[in-house]
Nanobody, 126 residues
Framework: QVQLVESGGGLVQAGGSLRLSCAAS????????MGWFRQAPGKEREFVSA????????YSGDPVKGRFTISRDNAKKSVYLQMNILKPEDTAVYYC???????????????????WGQGTLVTVSE
């Protein structure tokens, strides 16, 4: 069964850091691009970052550029999101997702993702 399991969420003060992890089943990890999305209360789910399966090419949304870094460890079948200089507006449920679509420009779109995790809550206090 295909699974994506996120962990690492929690409560942090503004300016602090958190590292999210997503463990994937082997079936999807070896050939899928991986992405992170987030959804704040009352808002649409938005793209955060994505990374290719091969060369590890990354792509991030403007709100997190320079603060968040996506990475992957193929041996551990895991993808990570290092979040630094966190702001209250980063508060959201963060979701890990996997897509078989190789075209980087599509990775910002929720509908191209085939599998989703259950989400992990990140809360950033003032």
């Amino acid at each position: 069964q295909v699974q994506l399991v996120e962990s690492g969420g929690g409560l942090v003060q503004a300016g602090g850091s958190l590292r999210l992890s997503c463990a994937a089943s082997e079936r999807i990890f070896s050939s899928y691009a991986m992405g992170w999305f987030r959804q704040a209360p009352g808002k649409e789910r938005e793209f955060v970052s994505a990374i290719s399966w091969g060369r590890g090419t990354t792509y991030s949304g403007d709100p997190v550029k320079g603060r968040f870094t996506i990475s992957r460890d193929n041996a551990k079948k895991s993808v990570y999101l290092q979040m630094n200089i966190l702001k209250p507006e980063d508060t959201a449920v963060y979701y890990c997702a996997a897509t078989s679509n190789p075209i980087r420009s599509t990775w910002t779109t929720k509908s191209v993702y085939d599998y989703w995790g259950q989400g992990t809550l990140v809360t950033v206090s003032e």
